[in-house]
């Protein structure tokens, strides 16, 4: 499954962090490290969740694949919850 950013949300990228931006309520989310990672690879390189996936299976091989599943669905229904992120309809 691909997502796309939500009409309302702004984002900026710096070096360390990405800053998220929600119109609707002004309200700001910092994303560092994993998070970070993660969301450039699913609304910069455009991946789906699978491939999100298997390129942090490559990036943190000690951390078991049932783990980096569940962060990476957790982290997405987080920000689907907060209305930052739509699930595409292919």
Same mark, same amino acid.
């Given at each position: 499954?691909?997502?796309?950013?939500?009409?309302?949300?702004?984002?900026?990228?710096?070096?360390?962090?990405?800053? @998220?931006?929600?119109?609707?309520?002004?309200?700001?989310?910092?994303?560092?490290?994993?998070?970070?990672? =993660?969301? $450039? !690879? *699913?609304?910069?390189?455009?991946?789906?969740?699978?491939?999100?996936?298997?390129?942090?299976? @490559?990036?943190?091989?000690?951390?078991?694949?049932?783990?980096?599943?569940?962060?990476?669905?957790?982290? =997405?229904? $987080? !920000? *689907?919850?907060?209305?930052?992120?739509?699930?595409?309809?292919?």
């Amino acid at each position: 499954m691909k997502y796309s950013i939500n009409p309302w949300i702004s984002h900026r990228k710096y070096v360390s962090e990405v800053v @998220i931006i929600n119109e609707l309520d002004k309200t700001y989310r910092f994303l560092r490290g994993t998070a970070m990672i =993660i969301w $450039n !690879l *699913i609304v910069e390189a455009r991946l789906s969740d699978d491939e999100v996936i298997e390129t942090l299976q @490559i990036q943190y091989p000690s951390t078991s694949p049932e783990q980096i599943k569940i962060d990476v669905f957790g982290f =997405i229904a $987080n !920000l *689907i919850d907060s209305r930052i992120l739509d699930q595409e309809i292919e």
